[in-house]
């Protein structure tokens, strides 16, 4: 009799904490513009990368040797194109230039990575002011990046993104150190 009580308060007792803490909403950004083919100028221009969280290390594996990421994404010369390029500050001092060309998915928000078939790029809002977060899924793997406008934004930020990217099942996490100045872009 004893054992079944008890079975049956812990049982409540995950009931109430699973209500209690379940994991906050995150809204998705509206990536079409007025006419359906373009992002909006607010997600256009500079963004840092703060920080990474995926399920485990292995997804953010990339990012381990990098000091800082400073990223400039701008309209491509085509409807529903984006140019994004990268200085990547690498933690022994090189700077590394990268360039990636994104393509809208009609109907739909979900950005694509040419070249890349199997990656898909979802943007969502973040809490935090000039501020936005990715999930980038590709064969094999999931990870959350959070960007800002600034390269040093509120800790709060880092920890609310930190909080819900582990109630999305991410237990990795890795913040970018940001200790040497960023390269010149390119």
């Not at 590709?138 to 390269?151: E, K």
Request: hydrophobic fraction near 35%.
């Amino acid at each position: 009799m004893f054992y079944q009580i008890w079975v049956a308060l812990l049982y409540l007792y995950g009931i109430i904490l699973n209500s209690i803490y379940q994991c906050p909403e995150h809204s998705q950004l509206t990536t079409l513009g007025v006419d359906g083919k373009e992002l909006p100028e607010v997600h256009l221009g500079q963004w840092h990368f703060i920080a990474g969280a995926a399920p485990t290390m292995k997804e953010l594996a990339t990012f381990d040797p990098v000091d800082s990421i400073v990223f400039n994404m701008a309209a491509g010369s085509i409807p529903m194109q984006f140019h994004l390029r990268a200085t990547i500050r690498m933690k022994d001092g090189r700077c590394v230039p990268r360039k990636w060309i994104y393509h809208l998915t009609e109907g739909s928000t979900d950005l694509r990575t040419e070249g890349r078939p199997d990656m898909k790029t979802e943007l969502f809002s973040s809490s935090c002011p000039g501020g936005i977060m990715l999930n980038e899924t590709g064969q094999g793997y999931q990870r959350f990046l959070l960007y800002n406008r600034s390269p040093y934004p509120p800790k709060k930020c880092v920890e609310e993104f930190k909080s819900l990217t582990s109630c999305l099942a991410s237990k990795a996490f890795l913040l970018t150190p940001r200790n040497q100045e960023p390269c010149e872009r390119n």
